[in-house]
């Protein structure tokens, strides 16, 4: 756990450093650089010899019993074994988290003005393993301006002035959830079968009972942390790749900001348990024989339960269009971009007017 300094001048906290990354040549803190894949000073390029946490053989990703973990968790496994300064967001209630000296005006999320110093009663919980960056902003600049030429029902005008100036690299908060489970399920199975009833043919339904079981086991589920940013924007970025997580080290932070996470693990377990009782309902239904299905009932047990707390880096831009904000987010690993834009209403009424062109020569032919 991170050591507690008094409150600094403005309500901010002050923490006792663990890790710096100092530059060997210009002594300049470095950053972490995903192009270099390594701690690079951005002020004289030198590349750090500080040795970092790599993905091997032989490592081991931390994870926990969920059933222990949600009755108590230990004050080790707070804090973020480094200097850190927080702020809220007023407008997406975010909380981020900077190196001291890089925290901005703006909400890296949202992009609103005016973030507000937090402090936390307690430390939150520290992530013990992370996904590094690996897009640099270069590539995420290219593919958010190849996104823009995409979007064939913007406005022309839209990657004139939607700019890509205020692109951000962030660390977002995960929980990841694994269980083994068996479900037990009934339902009524229904077969279609057709009788004839003057000069029309008309489809009924024989119901009968049916009943199954199956058991499946998830890995690493994903659960996002974050309230910055949308659960449907989120959702189209994943897959996050968790084969490839490494234990934490704060030198992959270096540099960039990370959001602490705002869905604590009780509210992230339970939606966990959603998703999955959701996906096993849509396994034990494909079970069902017949033609067509109702009243299914499915009953689940859990065993076995597990989680991590993870961090994984993604690029966002917020940028204005008219007087409407739209984000743009792009996995920070695989390069999995989508955003919110427009709508050039000119397009779509041209596109309606050729569909209905289209429909009527069809007809006209047709007939």
């Not at 192009?35 to 002020?43: E, G, H, K, S």
């Not at 004289?44 to 969920?66: F, I, K, N």
């Not at 489809?203 to 998830?218: D, I, K, M, N, Q």
């Not at 234990?247 to 932070?253: E, H, N, S, V």
């Amino acid at each position: 756990m991170s050591d507690e300094a008094p409150a600094a001048p403005g309500g901010e906290a002050a923490a006792t450093a663990r890790d710096k990354f100092h530059c060997p040549a210009c002594g300049a803190e470095a950053n972490w650089n995903p192009t270099r894949q390594a701690l690079v000073c951005p002020f004289c390029g030198t590349e750090s010899p500080a040795t970092l946490q790599r993905r091997g053989a032989d490592t081991v990703v931390v994870e926990h019993d969920l059933v222990a973990a949600l009755r108590s968790l230990p004050d080790t496994a707070r804090g973020w074994q480094a200097e850190k300064t927080a702020v809220k967001c007023q407008s997406c209630q975010a909380i981020s988290v900077f190196d001291p000296d890089k925290v901005g005006q703006r909400c890296d999320l949202c992009g609103s003005a005016a973030p507000v110093p937090y402090e936390a009663v307690k430390d939150s919980f520290r992530p013990e393993s992370l996904l590094p960056m690996k897009v640099s902003e270069s590539q995420a600049r290219d593919s958010i301006r190849a996104w823009y030429r995409r979007q064939w029902l913007a406005p022309n005008a839209l990657g004139a002035k939607a700019l890509t100036d205020t692109v951000k690299g962030i660390y977002l908060p995960y929980w990841t959830f694994d269980a083994n489970t068996h479900a037990v399920w009934t339902a009524e199975a229904g077969e279609y079968y057709y009788t004839r009833e003057g000069d029309k043919q008309v489809r009924h339904v024989r119901w009968t009972p049916a009943s199954g079981e199956l058991s499946h086991f998830f890995d690493d589920d994903l659960v996002p942390a974050s309230t910055g940013i949308g659960a449907n924007r989120l959702k189209a970025i994943e897959p996050f790749p968790t084969g490839g997580l490494i234990p934490y080290d704060p030198g992959y932070l270096a540099g960039w900001t990370v959001e602490r996470y705002q869905i604590d693990l009780v509210n992230a377990a339970t939606r966990s348990r959603q998703q999955m009782e959701a996906a096993l309902r849509q396994l034990c239904a494909a079970q069902v024989p017949g033609d067509t299905q109702r009243n299914l009932n499915v009953r689940t047990t859990f065993t076995d339960q597990r989680f991590k707390h993870i961090l994984v880096p993604v690029w966002l831009l917020t940028y204005l269009y008219g007087a409407a904000s739209y984000q743009v987010a792009i996995n920070g690993v695989t390069g999995k971009i989508s955003g919110g834009r427009p709508w050039s209403w000119i397009k779509i009424a041209l596109l309606v007017l050729v569909a209905l062109l289209l429909v009527y020569l069809y007809l006209a032919n047709s007939s």
